[in-house]
C-alpha cells in the first residue's frame, strides 16, 4: 500500500512551521487479536512498528496502540484506530472524505512530525470486529492523550478569586485547568494547600504545612468522561517562616510524603536559618519521611525552614507535609504569626513532562 500527500511539518523555529508532502510506503499491516505488527518506509526512512491494542477510555468507536518502532528510526507519536469518527471530531488532515475505519499514524524523526491518516483494508477490518479488546492501565495514559508529548496546553486558573490576598489565609484551594487549542480535551486539578498551629503548653507550638491533590477531572467537548491521575505536583517547596519581631524560634523539622506513583524517588533538601534570608543548614535524606531536631543557639535564632520534594504526587489524595515544632523563648502577649511560602512545578501524564508552576503565601497564628 502506497500514500502520497500526506503531511508531514518540520518546526524550524518555535514560530516558524513548513509544510511538506510525505511519502508511505507499507509493506506489512497485520492484526491478530490485540497485536499489531506494521512495517514499511516514509521517505525511504524504514520503519517497523509492533504494538498492543487496548480500548479508549473516552471513545467507544476507538481503539488506541501502544507501539513501537524497532527499526530505531521513528518515535512514535501516536498510533490508533477510529471504527467511527465522533461527532465534530477534526482529523489531523481535516480529510471529509474518511469517517470510519481509520488508521491514525503519527510519528517524528528528528525535528520533523509525521501524520498519515488512511482507511484500513477490510480484511483487517474484519480480524478487529472479531476481538475484544481491554482498557489500558493508567502507565499508559499517554497513548490516549497523545497531543500531551507534542503541544503546550493554554492555562486557566479557576481558583476562588474572592479570596483576599492580603489576608493571608491558612487554607486555599487552587483549581487549574490545561487544554488544547485544536483538541476539545481539557484536564483540571484541585490543590489544596494549608497551614495550621496548634497551642500547647510550656510555651511550645506545633503546626505543619501540606500540598494535598484533593481530585482531578478529564473533559471531552465539555463533558466529563473520566478522573484519571493526569496532571501532579513535583518540586515541590514549602518554606515557613515566623515574624522577625519575636524571640520564637524553631526547635524541630519533620516531613512526609504521601504517593502512589509507580516509581518514587525521595530526595527531600531541608534549611533552617536566622531571619528570613540566610540558610545554616542544608542536607537530603532518600526517605519518604523523617526528622531533624533544630539545634539551640544563644547567638543564632532559626526562624526559617524549607523543604524541597522532588518525589512526583499524582494520585487524589497524594501529599507532601511538613511538621514544626516552635518554641517560645520569651514570655509574650498578644497574638504572633507564621507564615508560609509555596511554590510546586505541575505535571503532565509524565513527570518529567513539566508544562507549569504554582506558587501561594498562607499565613497562620498562635498566641
Do not use: C
Not at 468507536?61 to 513501537?68: M, Q, T
Not at 522577625?244 to 523539622?253: A, C, G, K
Request: glycine fraction near 6%.
Amino acid at each position: 500500500m502506497k500514500f502520497i500527500g500526506a503531511k508531514s511539518f518540520k518546526m524550524l523555529t518555535p514560530n516558524e512551521t513548513r509544510y511538506e508532502n510525505s511519502e508511505l510506503l507499507i509493506n506489512n499491516f497485520s492484526i491478530s487479536g490485540s497485536e499489531l505488527i506494521l512495517s514499511g518506509e516514509i521517505d525511504n526512512k524504514k520503519f517497523n512498528l509492533l504494538g498492543t491494542i487496548y480500548q479508549s477510555r473516552i471513545h467507544d468507536e476507538k481503539l488506541l496502540i501502544d507501539s513501537k518502532d524497532i527499526e530505531g528510526n521513528f518515535e512514535v507519536i501516536h498510533t490508533g484506530i477510529f471504527l467511527k469518527l465522533p461527532n465534530n471530531y477534526n482529523l489531523l488532515l481535516n480529510n471529509e472524505t474518511i469517517n470510519e475505519n481509520i488508521f491514525l499514524l503519527y510519528l517524528k524523526n528528528d525535528d520533523i512530525y509525521y501524520t498519515f491518516e488512511f482507511e484500513i483494508p477490510k480484511e483487517i477490518i474484519k480480524e478487529i470486529s472479531q476481538s475484544v479488546y481491554k482498557d489500558y492501565d493508567n502507565k499508559l495514559l499517554s497513548i490516549e492523550h497523545w497531543w500531551t508529548k507534542v503541544y503546550k496546553p493554554i492555562v486557566k486558573d479557576k481558583s476562588n478569586k474572592s479570596i483576599d490576598i492580603n489576608s493571608y489565609p491558612n487554607r486555599v484551594s487552587r483549581t487549574l485547568t490545561y487544554s488544547y487549542e485544536d483538541f476539545s480535551y481539557e484536564y483540571e486539578v484541585d490543590i489544596i494547600l494549608e497551614l495550621y498551629t496548634r497551642d500547647l503548653f510550656r510555651n511550645e507550638t506545633t503546626g505543619e504545612a501540606l500540598i494535598f491533590i484533593d481530585d482531578q477531572r478529564v473533559y471531552y467537548g465539555g463533558s466529563l468522561v473520566d478522573d484519571v491521575p493526569m496532571l501532579g505536583v513535583t518540586n515541590a517547596d514549602i518554606s515557613i517562616r515566623l515574624d522577625s519581631n519575636n524571640d520564637d524560634v524553631f526547635r524541630r523539622l519533620e516531613w512526609d510524603t504521601y504517593t502512589n506513583y509507580p516509581s518514587p524517588k525521595f530526595t527531600i533538601e531541608w534549611g533552617y536559618g536566622y531571619g528570613p534570608i540566610s540558610i545554616n543548614y542544608s542536607g537530603k535524606s532518600y526517605n519518604s519521611s523523617g526528622s531533624i531536631a533544630i539545634p539551640g543557639s544563644a547567638s543564632r535564632q532559626y526562624k526559617l525552614m524549607s523543604v524541597l520534594n522532588e518525589t512526583p504526587t499524582l494520585e487524589v489524595g497524594d501529599s507532601h507535609q511538613v511538621f514544626y515544632s516552635i518554641e517560645e523563648t520569651a514570655p509574650y502577649s498578644g497574638t504572633h504569626y507564621i507564615t508560609a511560602d509555596f511554590e510546586y512545578d505541575i505535571f503532565l501524564v509524565n513527570h518529567h513532562t513539566i508544562i507549569d508552576w504554582d506558587s501561594y503565601t498562607l499565613r497562620g497564628s498562635y498566641k
